[in-house]
């Protein structure tokens, strides 16, 4: 079957950084998503990934290793309102959206 | 805001009741889904329409029934609804239809509650 891996929740400080995973199990791959979800808010888009390496937007990054069936978001200088689950995301080779649980990431001050 | 617009917020009905959930996207796309988040699971796709014709319906139970009536507007018509149906219900709208592999444009959701 196909499955995304990540974790359920973080907890991270004001001002650091945090490295949010994604591993999955797919039929075929044609990309991968990250969505932003607040609390009683919609989910929106941060980043997507198809190509191996690093995609750097602000303070937010996206890395893929499609060959380890990994991806990771990288939060720099965090903030309060950074606080949110965030969603992994892959399209299969039916361009299927298989879905994370979401990771939760707590930020304290 | 995101451009889709999600009514009501909050729903809480009984097994007997009938509702409709209403979504409207503000964006000129071509294609609307439902989805359902249920806490800590994946979202888990309804329905998917393109160009106001259902292109997915993924074994979801007859007691949900989706209508598109226009390329802008979606509802979900709920009826004798069971407790496990208590979630969070999403619309989204994408650009072209999913084998496009577009981003998803997200409403807040209508939370609801089966009594």
């Known amino acids: 079957g196909q499955n995304i891996d990540q974790p359920t929740e973080m907890t991270a400080t004001e001002g650091a950084i945090v490295q949010i995973n994604c591993t999955y199990q797919?039929?075929?791959?044609?990309?991968l998503f990250w969505y932003q979800q607040h609390a009683g808010e919609a989910p929106t888009f941060l980043s997507y990934?198809?190509l191996d390496g690093l995609e750097e937007k602000g303070r937010f990054s996206s890395f893929l290793s499609r060959s380890k069936g990994y991806s990771y978001l990288l939060l720099k200088e965090l903030q309060m309102k950074d606080s949110a689950s965030y969603l992994c995301?892959?399209?299969?080779?039916?361009?299927?959206?298989?879905w994370g649980a979401g990771t939760k990431l707590i930020i304290k001050p | 805001e995101t451009g889709v617009t999600q009514t009501p917020r909050h729903l809480v009905m009984g097994m007997t009741n009938k509702k409709s959930l209403k979504c409207e996207q503000h964006?000129?796309?071509?294609?609307m889904y439902w989805y359902k988040q249920s806490a800590k699971k994946p979202l888990e796709l309804m329905f998917v329409?393109?160009?106001?014709?259902?292109?997915e319906n993924n074994s979801v139970p007859s007691r949900f029934s989706p209508e598109c009536p226009n390329s802008s507007h979606l509802f979900l018509h709920l009826h004798t609804l069971q407790p496990e149906d208590s979630a969070l219900y999403l619309c989204?709208?994408?650009?072209?239809?999913?084998?496009?592999?577009?981003?998803?444009?997200f409403g807040s959701g209508t939370q609801l509650s089966v009594l």
């Open positions: 995301a892959v399209r299969d080779s039916n361009y299927q959206l298989i």
């Open positions: 797919t039929s075929g791959f044609n990309g």
């Open positions: 990934n198809v």
């Open positions: 989204a709208s994408s650009l072209s239809g999913p084998g496009a592999g577009e981003k998803l444009f």
């Open positions: 329409y393109s160009l106001e014709e259902r292109v």
């Open positions: 964006l000129g796309h071509n294609a």
